[in-house]
């Protein structure tokens, strides 16, 4: 059962180019990208700004498309599908958490989790309950009636966590989910990205702190859109 190679590559990049055409210049944000992940692993990606980071998680996550390369997710073709299918296969597939949290603001921490499951159409009963779960879940159970300005940034972050898992997707893409946080809060939500990983989901963080990477079982490091090095993180 255990058999590594019974595990299936939930992400694969095959020479993934990115160009950001602005006009007066051309970027080139990613330059040739490989890059395969197995489901239920727990990466760390890392690099100075402006390496690709970013532009690297808008493309997994559907939010952008590349410009040239192959883009497999969960064995499907992404770079073939059209617009529409995209938003769905996000939003089954993929939970992302974003480093300035994304919240609807003047919308309790409730119907924010609720927001991706009225998407999916899921039942308004049904629905409750589970942003219910997710929010005791990441620790809010006594915060579900706040609006996002009346919890602290950690709380914040965890409520956008338990939002991504509404829907229960199997890969967890988050990208600088502590550069707002302080170091405790910090600590709190790598934790919960590890009990996450624990439970079975693939899970994929941007980080610039050697401290959140080594939370992870695996560090890819970006540089000028290329991945320059991929190591095991080796715990003691
Ligand atoms: N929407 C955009 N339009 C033009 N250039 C962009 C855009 N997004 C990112 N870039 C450029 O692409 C490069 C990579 O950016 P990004 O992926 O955000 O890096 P990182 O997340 O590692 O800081 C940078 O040179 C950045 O300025
Ligand atoms: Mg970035």
Redesign the pocket.
């Known amino acids: 059962m255990d058999n590594k190679k019974d595990i299936k590559d939930i992400i694969v990049l095959q020479d993934i180019h990115?160009t950001?055409?602005?006009g007066a210049l051309e970027?080139?944000?990613?330059r040739g990208i490989n890059l395969t992940i197995k489901q239920g692993e727990y990466v760390a990606i890392m690099?100075?700004?402006?390496?690709?980071?970013?532009?690297?998680?808008?493309i997994l996550g559907c939010l952008d498309t590349a410009t040239s390369g192959k883009y497999y997710l969960d064995g499907i073709d992404i770079t073939k599908e059209k617009k529409e299918k995209l938003s769905y296969i996000r939003n089954k597939k993929i939970g992302f958490v974003f480093q300035s949290f994304n919240l609807i603001p003047r919308t309790s921490a409730i119907k924010n989790v609720e927001l991706p499951m009225i998407y999916a159409k899921v039942g308004r009963n049904e629905r409750r309950k589970r942003a219910e779960e997710l929010l005791k879940k990441v620790g809010l159970g006594a915060r579900m009636n706040h609006m996002p300005n009346e919890v602290s940034g950690g709380q914040r972050q965890r409520i956008a966590i338990a939002r991504a898992l509404a829907n229960n997707p199997p890969i967890i893409l988050a990208?600088?989910p502590t550069g707002n946080l302080d170091t405790a809060s910090s600590i709190e939500i790598m934790e919960l990205f590890t009990e996450l990983n624990n439970e079975g989901a693939t899970v994929i963080v941007?980080t610039h702190e050697d401290d959140i990477a080594e939370f992870t079982k695996r560090i890819v490091r970006?540089k000028d859109?290329q991945i320059i090095s991929d190591t095991k993180v080796v715990k003691d």
């Open positions: 990115k950001y055409d602005t970027v080139k944000a990613l690099g100075q700004s402006g390496s690709g980071k970013s532009t690297m998680m808008n990208d600088e941007v970006f859109g």
